[in-house]
């Protein structure tokens, strides 16, 4: 039947003052339902939001048809975090509606400066990991990939960092108590997932590998999505975030009215804690069963989810690995593939083998980490009560590959049993990242050393099985949030400079940059932008710590989570050794600097929180001595995040990148700064050494053994060597036994003190003179002004390769092979 009826149209957002006015004051009446007179700062803010939003929703509409008309191949980016940061700004750019909002505002009496304090940052992520799948949702929008990214909407995002005598204290971040004007809520597509319960044979498979599952418990996933707007396109893709809701029997009416409140709500609760909180750690496994369930749950709704959108325009499934690509985000979203051979098998009665061949195809992973307590595994018992059919699924699995092992090395049992996606030794536990290399077509490494050191060491035995299956994609970072956003002085200076804003989307265009490294003109700018953004820093440090911080002082900031293998002790180790002689010396000619450290550490990661603790200690030892402070602060910006992060890398000059090398997957705050103008200190770790073999290495200070050497130190390190011969060392340690930092307790800091002379896991002793010896050489650049602001200049001009535009164009060469799909004004 055909309807003659006309389509009805949506009507058009204007954009002009008087539509964008006249829209927000209908919004402030009809959707906030308010008045001007009555209404509060948080109305004027959802109002704002949902004026800008509506420029966006058109684009979605449009996106959403254009991509039903091609039916073409689509990216999914399952991932259990993203690091989103705030919307309000990032969507009056997309939609260039800044210049309609701003005057607007200022007649209504305020400001987007002071609304955008009711933009909440959705915290759903720990650091880098989610961070990056945000950056690689932002370039593929801004590339016009077609792409949805799929996450849990956590109730509660990463906690909130405060201090209490030094100490880390963590409150829950409610971060959608006041709304969130951002997302949409899509009911329809809601689905069910199950868990524990039992399998059964059917009667119909004389294969004997299709099975029923009966699972015991089932919830309900709700999605909702946030728009992704790409940059200077009109391609608005999503990230759709799923809830866990019990079912709609749940409430137990008859238990409430006799009055057990609590029992009858239980079955809600338990099923609600599934979505309630993200892991606030991002390197250690934590054998927790609820975990699990959020990873399941993450990965069951999302692959009904994509096996519904297949199929509004596709039959069968001999398509599905050429419309679908999926990314794996690290070993959280593993189950997937599991998952997607149960659908097929189980549900769709698909043979095995050709199951087999499609989930082969469907999937792609990428790794994230080199430190063998982060390589995910999860105890067979646990599986089998949990998720028993999957159980017997990754049994089949890995019968059918280690018979392929057997074929490809005949009689090399040792070979099988490091291969096998079960390990053996001790209890029985499946290793999450085999299971992925085996189910995916290809395995990506962040950096060139890292891809480097997993096939020759983590994964080496894969790689010695299937070479091919090995890339290296370098990871990047949006320029449009990390420079246009963060720096807006910056990116006038660089859109004078080239000539245009092409950059914010070619930011190759920043080697224009370099021709300028010698102008003294030029040089001025950059160092005066600089300065008006340290200006920017030092009002946000001494508002949230009290601290005055000098704006012409070098600013050296260490910015990432807390982690042993970053090694946040021998930066401290530096900081003390300042403080030591320039106590012992007043007079003693040092640059004056400021250390900035931000971070958080897990709430169950003890020696971290320790270090966190004597951070402010030192901290403020240095800050109140009279000598000491006229030259030297320190500060630890409390509950660094994205929104922080904004304000920090702009301002800062000296960008420290100092992991044991061999640790660091990538890094990239080091981008981040580096596209800044900060100029980096660090060893020959993850991406650092891409950033100095792009910037130079006369721009770039290095220190410190590199993995190799790392690796043979590990051998014979005797950390109280170190300790014995160097009395810097040995004075900074000291300081911090003798209790200096602890008004004289000698206990409180000693388990730090006891883990860098007892083992020195991660070596900081080994390169603390070095590092040491590295820094004076950053006083002695820093004291020639000019010659700084060459180097950061360079810095700048030569890290275009870094932008996430160039990793996102490096997965689709190598991995996705999709297409563009232009989105049509
Ligand atoms: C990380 C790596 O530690 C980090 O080096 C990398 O830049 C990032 C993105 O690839 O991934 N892996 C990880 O588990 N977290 C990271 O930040 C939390």
Redesign the pocket.
Known sequence: MTDARPRPTMRSVGSTLEEFERDLISNLYYQRGTTLESASGSDGYHTLALTVRDRLIERYARTAAAHYEANPRFVYYLSAEYLLGRQLRQNLLYTDTEKLARPIAAQLGTSIEELERYDVEPGLG????GR?AACLLDSMATLDIPAVGYGIRYEFGIFKQGFRDGAQVERPDDWTFYGNPWEFPAPDDRQKVGFYGATAPVLDDPSGLRRQWSPGEIVRGEPSHMLVPGYGTQTVNIVRLWRARASRESFDLSRFGAGQYKEAVEDITRAENISKVLYPD??TEQGRELRLKQQYFLVACSLRDIIRRYRLRNDGWDAFPAKVVVQLN?THPVMAVVELMRLLVDEYRVDWDRAWSITRRTFNYTC??LLPE?LETWPVALLERLLPRHMELIYSINYFFLQEVEATFPGDGDRVRRLSIISEDGERRVRMAHLAVVASSAVNG?AELHTRLLTETTLRDFAELWPQKFHNVT?GVTPRRFVRMANPRLSELITTTTGSERWITDLDQLDALAGKADDQEFLDRWRAVKRANKVDLAALVEQSTGVVMDPDSLCDVMIK?FHEYKRQHLKLLHVITLFNRLREDPDLDVVPRTVLFGGKAAPGYHSMKLLIRLVNAVAEAVNTDPVVSRHLKVVLQPDYNVSRALVVIPAADLSEQISLAGK?????GNMKLALNGAVTIGTLD?ANIEIRDRVGAENFFLFGLDAQQAEEQRRHHNPRAYYETDPDLRAAIDAIANGVFAKGDRTLFAPVVDAMLGRDEYLALADYRAYMECQERVERAWRDQDAWARMSVLNAARCGFFSSDRTVRDYCDLIWRVDPVRVTG
Request: proline share 0%.
């Open positions: 720990n650091g880098g990991l990056l991002d390197s690290d994230h980490t982060a962040v990871n989570r660091e997957a990538s890094g990239t993850g």
